[in-house]
């Protein structure tokens, strides 16, 4: 087995990391701001029905009320509860009273779970990543986590993720179960990749 792949992601995502814990307070919230006006422009957001995303925590970008950007009118938002093997469960956001801290300082939703392929519903789906390459691959921390909820969702389903300016990469190392998404947006700019509906 090549291992090359998994030690080239190794290192890139540290680096990746620690230029992330060097950012300060006023370049995160700078960038929030600015990712959270990119989502309200998606056109695929105004036409989701089921929206699955994420609590952003720490250095991630993104806006921390992530999905009350996302709510709207007749749509409902998922969020992800993380289990004890590393997968994904879901359940649906209900406001912000409704997070709760969980480990690994996370807040997930309270409320009843959905299972792991609730995902699979999604219009749009908001992932969280370190890096996105020019092909749409994207690198996120290593658990494997969003492989597996990608591998879930319906064909049509739009794939997003969050980046810092600067983490739009020529190429991020990639092993077989790596999924491409569909865009990235950084606070400077939204990308489209061409994702063939077969992978």
């Not at 093997?85 to 309270?110: I, K």
């Not at 749009?124 to 390459?133: F, S």
């Not at 092993?175 to 939204?190: I, N, S």
């Amino acid at each position: 087995m090549n291992s090359a792949p998994a030690e080239a992601k190794r290192a890139l995502r540290a680096r990746l990391l620690a230029i992330r814990k060097s950012l300060g307070s006023a370049e995160r919230a700078n960038t929030a701001g600015a990712l959270a006006g990119a989502l309200r422009a998606l056109p695929e957001l105004a036409a989701a029905r089921t929206v699955a995303a994420y609590v952003p925590v720490g250095a991630e970008p993104g806006p921390p009320d992530l999905a009350e950007v996302l709510a709207g009118p007749g749509r409902r938002v998922l969020l992800p509860v993380l289990m004890a093997d590393d997968d994904l469960d879901w359940a649906a956001y209900t406001g912000p009273d409704s997070l709760v801290a969980a480990g690994r300082g996370l807040r997930e939703p309270a409320g009843p779970r959905l299972g792991p392929a609730a995902v699979g519903g999604a219009d749009l789906v908001v992932v969280p990543g370190l890096a996105v390459d020019r092909r749409g691959l994207r690198m996120g921390r290593g658990g494997g986590s969003y492989d597996r909820a990608l591998a879930r969702l319906a064909p049509g389903a739009f794939t997003v993720v969050l980046l810092y300016d600067g983490e739009l990469l020529d190429v991020v190392p990639a092993e077989p179960h790596d999924r491409p998404v569909r865009a990235a947006l950084t606070p400077a700019r939204t990308v489209r990749f061409p994702v063939d509906e077969a992978s």
